[in-house]
């Protein structure tokens, strides 16, 4: 059985002192990553592989966190323009996430115009956003989905913010998803397993994905999700796969080193390891075992 790739690009002097992003710095992080993971010296062409030209594509990001710990205009933009080159129109792009206010909180410019680039929360007045009526019913889960999700999207990537997660352990490109329904609360207990895997599995979801990619510029690998400088680290790195399992499983994977190195005890000693991705697994839509899985690492 073919093991599945996951890229991590570490980009040394993406952040400065004061946590300025240097966006050529990371373009480049960007054009690495997607052509390690497609094993190619385009990455625009690679691109045009996973995308069509006609595609509505989807960029959901986490704004929940505040400024400190969520995903920066620079970043998703950053993502929006190599889109923007590889062919898709701009008015073909969304970055989205829950509600206008997060998204202001984090500094990001809205624009919920048919052209150019979307930048918006469900929560906006247009016949595109908001949450459908009718509930999506799938074995544990049922729950309205944004239309931005299940009605205007085609194509979908999960540009999440990896951090730790007091009840579900880690939090990144699969969890990323409950904020694309109106009753996320509803998925917590033992530890969101297997609400995470089974909220993938639904129809918006599973046939849209078609990319993850976890920032980690700044990882919160203790006390997530929410953002608290001491367990904070400068980590200066994206991670980008196809299998959104095997992809939350290597952050998974990052989030216990960098507990390790700051002696705090594992996941699973805390009995919180993310017991959802095993679940995932389980249901074919992904690798959650290192032996599966082929990590390629660089450093720009």
Not at 136 to 162: D, E, P
């Amino acid at each position: 059985m073919a093991k599945s790739n996951v890229v991590l690009v570490k980009g040394k002097g993406v952040l400065s002192q004061s946590n300025t992003i240097d966006p050529k710095k990371l373009s480049q992080m960007y054009s690495r990553g997607f052509e390690l993971l497609f094993n190619s010296k385009n990455p625009q062409e690679s691109l045009r592989h996973l995308f069509k030209s006609s595609d509505n594509v989807g960029i959901k990001i986490n704004t929940i966190g505040g400024k400190k710990i969520s995903t920066r205009p620079e970043v998703s933009h950053s993502l929006a323009k190599l889109l923007a080159v590889s062919g898709i129109p701009e008015s073909n792009l969304i970055i989205w996430d829950r509600t206008n206010r997060e998204l202001r909180e984090v500094g990001y410019r809205l624009n919920a115009n048919r052209k150019g680039l979307k930048v918006h929360g469900t929560d906006t007045q247009v016949n595109w956003a908001g949450y459908n009526f009718d509930l999506v019913s799938h074995l544990n889960i049922g729950s309205r989905f944004t239309k931005i999700q299940s009605n205007f999207v085609t194509a979908s990537i999960s540009l999440a913010i990896l951090k730790d997660h007091g009840m579900a352990g880690v939090t990144a490109g699969m969890k990323n998803y409950f904020g694309a329904i109106h009753n996320p609360n509803k998925y917590h207990d033992t530890h969101c397993d297997p609400y995470v895997a089974e909220l993938f599995e639904t129809e918006p979801v599973k046939k849209k994905h078609k990319l993850s990619i976890l920032d980690c510029l700044v990882v919160q690998y203790h006390r997530g999700p929410s953002y608290h400088a001491r367990w904070a680290k400068k980590y200066e790195t994206l991670i980008f796969g196809l299998d959104p399992v095997a992809t939350d499983f290597t952050g998974w994977q990052v989030i216990e080193k960098l507990r390790a190195e700051n002696g705090l005890p594992s996941l699973k000693e805390e009995n919180r390891e993310p017991k959802y991705l095993k679940s995932a697994e389980k249901m074919g839509l992904g690798k959650a075992n290192s032996h599966d899985i082929k990590v390629i690492e660089e450093e720009l």
